[in-house]
């Protein structure tokens, strides 16, 4: 009987090629623009020719040449490859309503948003792909977590989750799909989630995560195979669809794809130099004359009374460049607007200091009445005290306008200005 079993388990795949088909797929998420690293799993994916290449999303957001390109150099790698799809990511959401246009344009592929529409920019959340006779519906959701960033974002909205999936699947079924799989930028071990959508959405057989940055081969949760990848290019997720003579999905198999030893040439030369040819910005006497200025900057940019300003003084040089900027400040934050009584917000520097959290503002925060004070967004919604206050986003970008005021030189009329020392950064 136990050789039976065996004898059953080892001839089901071959019984299942014989007799219906197989699909694959290649799962990658959270590249980041790393593509150095990518390069070198580039390989491994062209050896799966048929297989249908998806992302799951964060695509930019931490290298320097791939962000100051506006991230063409991934979508150049992604085309190379033949990637059919990618879903944005938290991350990706980071940019300008041009620059993700850009991007439609330029990815060969299909970018989905899965539950996230932009103002006058709306991308599906499902999509078909064909092969080998099997029609296979794909279904995209975004980072949950980005709801809270629609308290300011006037040009962000949302659906609901499960109303979403629902709906794509429904969709789907008219156009008489095999199988549907849900390419998420959420967490493989976001249980919550992942299970309110099982249970809803009994329908889908597989759900390829993301956002953690950590991988998972092949795990159910009921009936739904979960799979995610590595981070950074680290690995690919390859998992197989195997349908029997009548159709229908008998099994799925996963494992993870490594990187080889030598990486893709084509996919290297779009990687950029790894010197700093990054033009000089300015010199700074610490990291709090630059700190106080940063925040000056932040407030003439919004038209506040004030501002606050906070990144890793241990990271700071000795002489900024471009690329030195961009270590500092990696990301994407629009620059927000809050408004709020002048005793509320001077209770909350009291807090701050007495937490010995180093950050560093600027204007005047004195008197009565309210005060407009500019923070990115980064920051607001790291400070639960700040979020009872009314905010509003600009639409302006805060790595931006500290370029735009270094280059014009408008810095030295700041550092010109008297400068008082405190215990918690320095105010102008």
């Given amino acids: 009987m136990r050789f039976m079993v065996k004898f059953l388990i080892i001839c089901l795949p071959l019984w299942s090629f014989l007799c219906g088909g197989e699909v694959a797929f290649i799962l990658t998420s959270d590249l980041h623009g790393e593509l150095e690293r990518f390069a070198y799993l580039a390989p491994v994916i062209r050896k799966y020719p048929q297989a249908v290449k998806i992302d799951a999303g964060d695509l930019f957001q931490g ?19 033949g990637y059919e799809a990618a879903v944005l990511g938290n991350h990706d959401f980071e940019y300008p309503l041009e620059t993700m246009q850009l991007w439609q344009r330029t990815f060969s592929g299909t970018l989905m948003g899965g539950q996230w529409k932009l103002k006058n920019f709306e991308l599906p959340c499902e999509m078909t792909v064909e092969r080998s006779g099997y029609r296979i519906g794909i279904i995209a959701l975004g980072d949950v977590g980005l709801k809270k960033h629609t308290v300011f974002r006037q040009d962000l909205s949302y659906s609901d989750e499960i109303t979403t999936v629902r709906e794509a699947i429904e969709s789907l079924k008219k156009e008489k ?16 989630v992942l299970n309110r959508i099982i249970r809803d959405a009994p329908e889908i057989d597989v759900i390829a995560g993301a956002h953690s940055h950590r991988s998972e081969p092949g795990r159910r949760i009921g009936r739904a195979l979960v799979v995610q990848a590595d981070p950074y290019g680290k690995s690919a997720v390859l998992f197989k669809l195997n349908f029997d003579d ?26 950029g130099s790894n010197e700093d040819t990054s033009d000089r910005l300015a010199k700074f006497a610490d990291s709090a004359e630059f700190g106080a200025v940063c925040a000056e900057i932040l407030r003439r940019a919004a038209g506040a009374d004030a501002a606050f300003f906070r990144f890793n003084t241990d990271k700071f040089p000795v002489s900024l460049t471009d690329k030195a900027l ?6 994407g934050n629009r620059i927000v607007r ?8 001077r209770k909350f520097l009291k807090k701050r200091r007495r937490k010995n959290k180093a950050f ?11 005060v407009t004070i500019a923070v990115s967004d980064h920051f607001f919604l790291s400070e639960k005290d700040l979020h009872s206050f009314f905010a509003v986003e600009t639409g302006k970008f805060e790595r931006d306008e500290i370029v735009k005021a270094l280059k014009n030189g408008e810095y030295r009329k700041i550092i010109c200005e008297k400068v008082e020392k405190s215990s918690s950064g320095t105010t102008l």
């Fill in 326 to 331: 961009f270590s500092l400040l990696p990301f």
């Fill in 338 to 345: 809050i408004t709020a009584g002048r005793a509320e917000i």
């Fill in 177 to 192: 799909c095999h199988a549907f799989i849900l390419v998420a930028h959420i967490s493989s071990g976001n249980f919550g």
């Fill in 63 to 81: 290298n320097y040449h791939v962000n100051k390109s506006k991230g063409i150099p991934v979508w150049k790698a992604l085309n190379i490859l």
């Fill in 360 to 370: 560093f503002r600027a204007g005047n925060f004195d008197g009565n009445g309210t």
């Fill in 246 to 271: 009548g159709g229908n999905l008998s099994f799925v198999r996963s494992e993870l794809l490594m990187p080889s030893n030598t990486p893709d040439m084509e996919i290297l030369k779009l990687c």
